[in-house]
């Protein structure tokens, strides 16, 4: 691991800067360390902030460690994936979502840049 993550950990402090003012869609990967399925799709996570460098941002938001984002957009059980586009919440997945499926909704918000 170490240098190469590409996705950005995402903090109460910083989700509105790093989320809300992004310039491209983010998917936000609602998580704990405690939670089995959300270790599953870790590495689909990984993977996609890999892929999609440049034209979407990903990032992980620990929700025991910042509660106050977590609560405010209503996250009861995880993983939740939103997805942001332009500060709004445009599409939301529970549970672990396959690869395939994150793609989907990812190219519909990064097509919609390009078009």
């Known amino acids: 691991m170490?240098?190469?993550v590409k996705y950005v950990t995402l903090t109460d402090d910083n989700f509105e800067?790093?989320?809300l003012q992004s310039e491209?869609?983010?998917l936000v990967d609602f998580w704990a360390i405690w939670c089995g399925p959300c270790r599953m799709i870790a590495p689909v996570i990984e993977e996609l902030a890999a892929e999609?460098?440049?034209r979407a941002k990903i990032g992980k938001l620990d929700v025991d460690q910042n509660p106050r984002?977590?609560?405010q957009y209503g996250i009861r059980a995880i993983p939740t994936l939103l997805?942001?586009?332009n500060?709004?919440?445009v599409?939301?997945?529970v549970g672990a979502a396959s690869k395939k499926m994150l793609v989907e909704r990812l190219e519909a918000l990064v097509g919609a840049e390009a078009a």
């Open 83 to 85: 997805f942001f586009k």
């Open 2 to 4: 170490g240098e190469n």
């Open 69 to 71: 984002t977590a609560m």
């Open 17 to 19: 800067a790093e989320v």
């Open 87 to 89: 500060g709004q919440v």
């Open 52 to 54: 999609y460098e440049g």
């Open 91 to 93: 599409d939301q997945l």
């Open 24 to 26: 491209v869609p983010v």
